[in-house]
């Protein structure tokens, strides 16, 4: 399995250890492109963020926000998100974390309480509010595939060693389907090289993270407000790259490993990059993802807002540890501030293995 350990938003150790005291003084500002500032203090009455996203696919967040006064014209406006915490209220020392870019989708004015709310979303949102309108060149390797849709977003991208990154893509895959968006292709070359994709707000860079396989911290119960842990998640043994609704199935899988735990399987439908060569692209992704486990896991922190879809971390309970990965998050400041983390097992794939072709193939580690 390919190692990764993650790409993080930055904080300073000051900021993490403010953050996770019982008692903390907190502010955020929501700056506009070339404009005012809200802030907590002042005008910006509340705000909260979501993150979705999972392995083999693309992760994406929106956030939602509202201030005082009605006289906005903000739509289509790029803002940026900083969270401040306090960490010496004698000295008026404050460290932040940059919570990322968004673009402002949605504006609605209440005259009657003289506020607005306001919905926007990072990049990876925006790219899946617009249709593919044939604007990539072919024929492209699924790496190059990766750097012309960087460009295309003004993003950084710095190549990477991807699995099938070198498989030659020969003519437009998606000129024909209707409905399909930037982020459905983005999405579909995170399932073909086993990654997930994610953009960094802050550096405006796109990274494709291979499946993690260290934790990046440790969160004890002291940390946690609520926390329900679910039974593990793995290990990953088999890989099925479907046509559905036919079944019409290629299988990939560690014998011995399903012998020994039991059968875990990864399920990649209809991918259109993958389609067209099953037979030899599949092996590469068993090979990345074989061995992949996690604790399925839902827990309410204590307010830290520096974790990203993707993270793989630890919870202890004192005498036992849980690895999770973190595939939803939500942190709102309304008064106080909340925080839920959250790790989604994937849906069970319903594979009929008597009638799967294509290749068996047996790893030994």
């Excluded at 709310?117 to 044939?134: H, I, L, N, S, W």
Aim: proline fraction near 3%; glycine fraction near 6%; charged fraction near 20%.
């Amino acid at each position: 399995m390919q190692k990764s350990i993650g790409v993080r938003i930055s904080v300073s150790n000051d900021f993490k250890q403010a953050m996770k005291a019982p008692v903390k003084t907190i502010r955020a500002t929501i700056a506009v492109d070339g404009g005012t500032s809200f802030v907590s203090s002042d005008q910006l009455i509340s705000f909260s963020t979501e993150a979705d996203g999972y392995y083999f696919g693309s992760t994406t967040k929106s956030l939602s926000f509202k201030v005082l006064g009605t006289e906005y014209s903000l739509l289509n406006t790029e803002i940026s998100v900083v969270l401040e915490v306090c960490t010496s209220t004698s000295d008026d020392i404050w460290e932040s974390c940059d919570l990322g870019k968004f673009t402002i989708v949605e504006q609605n004015t209440n005259l009657e309480s003289e506020t607005t709310e306001f919905k926007a979303y990072d990049t990876v949102g925006m790219m899946g509010r617009q249709e593919y309108d044939g604007n990539l060149s072919f024929p492209c390797t699924v790496a190059n595939l990766v750097s012309q849709i960087a460009s295309r977003y003004s993003l950084v991208y710095s190549p990477a060693t991807l699995v099938n990154g070198n498989y030659s893509i020969s003519e437009d895959l998606y000129s024909a389907i209707s409905n399909l968006t930037y982020r459905d292709i983005l999405s579909e070359i995170a399932g073909a090289t086993a990654t997930i994709a994610r953009i960094d707000g802050i550096s405006d860079t796109l990274t494709l993270e291979s499946l993690p396989t260290t934790s990046l911290e440790t969160l004890t119960y002291a940390n946690l407000r609520k926390v329900s842990l679910e039974p593990i998640y793995g290990p990953v043994n088999s890989v099925v790259l479907a046509r559905t609704p036919a079944e019409d199935n290629i299988v990939a899988k560690d014998d011995e490993s399903i012998e020994e735990f039991g059968l875990t399987e990864l399920k990649l439908a209809n991918n259109e990059i993958l389609d067209d060569d099953r037979e030899s692209l599949i092996s590469p992704i068993l090979d990345a993802v074989d061995g992949f486990s996690f604790y399925p896991f839902e827990a309410t922190t204590e307010g830290h807002g520096w974790y990203q879809c993707g993270d793989r971390i630890t919870i202890s309970n004192g005498t036992n540890t849980f690895d999770v990965i973190i595939t939803h998050i939500k942190l709102s400041i309304d008064g106080g501030m909340k925080e839920i983390i959250k790790g989604v097992r994937p849906e069970e794939p319903d594979t009929n293995y008597a009638l799967a072709g294509g290749i068996t193939k047996t790893i030994y580690n």
